[in-house]
């Protein structure tokens, strides 16, 4: 059954993996192609610059009239305005068909005329799905207004004990760490505006705890306490497995970018933040020993209750520019269920939104 879970749990993570490179690759190259059409608005003008400097010049050379200099720049202005035009449609089409598709397909014709279809997760003949149920007509979206991001996040980890300063815990600063991965969709709230999202989604969090000193974490009935360990430790660790489901009304601006068939928003490069909460279940805890005895290493695993509060919930917030932001997130359950002396875990790190 563990062997079983974990293989689960190892293709998901594999599936989330796999789907963020292709979103991924998708977005650069539509980020490419936006470049693009900035640049042939660029290149055009110039050309049109150069043109009527040119004409210029032969006018004052009194090589044509003023009317055929005047006819001329009237000319070269609507072909360079025809050109920016007609290029600007080719890459907006380009854009579409990546919208649309979600991917680059490679579509060949064997000998018989059946056309294949190839594209990262599905197989197409004659642009019928082998693995899904295709649609009579697939249309392209002028407005999507949910999205979906693939999430990770990693930093420090540690706890605040009630009455004490964070100073005065009983775990290492820079040793303690955590972990935490998942999916979110992003949903724009108001229809001509985006500036303000719910994020949403569910996530796998590892929450690290390592005892200063010599010491080790014990059960004694329903309280959970550090104790001296008799050996010498070369490592004492508590982790804590959380699956929890996050909740956020994100803030920002976005770039927006229309063409005739599409509307879409862009947070490349734009500052935002979230404020919201999150909750879940503990869906396991372990600590790990490393020491010697009699001068042999010994490494101890222990997957127990610990008496680990089972409901997790808590405060989260994140601010930054594009993919990369500042993560906070504090758990309103104690670690330790009736504990003498509540404890609750706090995380301070970096997040990516990919």
């Known amino acids: ?36 059409k900035e640049q042939i608005k660029v290149y055009e003008k110039e050309a049109l610059k150069i043109e009527i400097e040119a004409i210029a010049k032969r006018l004052d050379k009194n090589e044509i009239t003023s009317l055929d200099a005047q006819n001329l720049k009237k000319e070269a202005a609507k072909k360079r305005a025809l050109n920016i035009e007609n290029r ?7 854009i579409s068909l990546l919208e649309r598709n979600g991917t680059d397909k490679l579509a060949t014709l064997d000998s018989l005329g059946t056309k294949m279809g190839v594209d990262i997760f599905d197989i197409k003949i004659n642009d019928k799905s082998l693995f899904y149920v295709s649609k009579d007509k697939e249309e ?17 980890n540690n706890a605040i004990v009630d009455g004490q300063s964070l100073d005065d815990s009983p775990y290492k600063i820079g040793g303690s760490r955590f972990f935490e991965m998942g999916v979110t969709w992003r949903t724009r709230l108001f229809k001509n505006s985006n500036a303000v999202r719910l994020h949403y989604g569910f996530s796998f969090q590892f929450n690290g705890l390592k005892p200063e000193g010599n010491q080790y974490f014990v059960e004694n009935d329903d309280q959970t306490e550090l104790q001296e360990f008799e050996y010498d430790l070369d490592k004492s660790k508590l982790r804590m497995d959380n699956l929890v489901f996050p909740v956020h009304f994100e803030f920002g601006s976005s770039n927006k970018v229309e063409t005739e068939n599409t509307m879409r928003y862009y947070l490349d490069k734009k500052f935002r933040f979230g404020i919201g909460a999150y909750g879940g279940f503990n869906i396991g805890t372990r600590q790990k020993l490393k020491y010697k005895e009699n001068g042999k290493k010994v490494k101890d695993k222990f997957k127990r209750d610990y008496n680990t509060s089972d409901l997790i919930y808590g405060l989260s917030a994140y601010a930054g520019v594009g993919e990369t932001l500042l993560y906070i997130k504090y758990d309103l359950n104690p670690i330790f269920k009736d504990a003498l002396v509540e404890q609750h875990n706090i995380s301070l790190g970096l997040r990516f939104d990919l």
């Open 88 to 94: 600007i449609a080719i890459i907006d089409n380009k």
């Open 1 to 36: 059954m563990k062997k079983t879970t974990h293989y689960i749990f190892l293709l998901l993570a594999a599936f989330c993996m796999q789907n963020m490179v292709a979103q991924e690759e998708i977005k650069t190259k539509i980020d490419v192609l936006l470049k693009e």
């Open 140 to 156: 392209v979206k002028y407005d999507i207004r949910t999205k979906s991001d693939f999430v990770w996040a990693v930093g420090l």
